[in-house]
């Protein structure tokens, strides 16, 4: 059977079952789940994948199905077809994970993420939250990173510099390999 990969993207009011329906219809139709992630993003939920579809299913036809479960009426859905060329990229194994938190600022995100370029560090996740506290905004950012062995250190030490210069405070712990 001939296929064609595609990023499906299900963002909804979150509740109880929602990875349950989609993953259902996906399985119901023939499609295959790839790479897959789901966050709480404000007050919805967000499920994405790249999926392997059944070519005589076309990205709108999956579109409107999905939408057309009642629970997913009011969702976001987006079907998009595409086709990413072989290149090299960056290493994808986690060697660290590292938590910052302080009071929220603009361009605190920008200028943390900012130094993992200069030690050739690669962001495999990122997961930002926001709270409200009574003394203004809480900002917690989690990357699980991949800093080379002999640069892992310095990353580290500058990326606590920026963070303690932002007014944030940062821990880091180094993932064990297996």
């Known amino acids: 059977m001939k296929s064609y990969q595609a990023l499906l993207s299900v963002y909804s009011n979150d509740r109880v079952g929602l990875i349950s329906e989609v993953t259902g219809y996906l399985f119901d139709r023939g499609v ?9 993003l404000g007050k919805g939920g967000e499920f994405t994948s790249i999926i392997e579809i059944p070519d005589e ?11 057309s479960i009642e629970s997913l009426k009011d969702a976001e859905v987006h079907v998009k077809r595409f086709s990413i060329r072989d290149a090299d990229t960056p290493p994808t194994d986690i060697t ?16 943390l993420s900012e130094v ?22 809480h900002f917690i950012t989690r990357f ?9 250190s310095n990353c580290i030490a500058a990326l606590g510099n920026t963070a303690e210069g932002l007014g944030q405070h940062l821990t880091a712990e180094e993932v064990k390999r297996t």
């Open 116 to 137: 993992f370029i200069n030690f050739d560090a690669n962001i495999i996740r990122l997961k930002s939250d926001r709270t409200e506290t009574k003394t203004g905004t």
């Open 96 to 111: 660290h994970r590292i938590k910052c938190e302080g009071e929220d600022q603009p361009g605190l995100l920008a200028r």
């Open 57 to 67: 299913l076309t990205e709108s036809e999956m579109t409107n199905e999905l939408t």
């Open 144 to 152: 699980s990173v991949n800093i080379p062995q002999k640069r892992a």
């Open 32 to 40: 295959n789940l790839g790479d897959t992630t789901f966050a709480i």
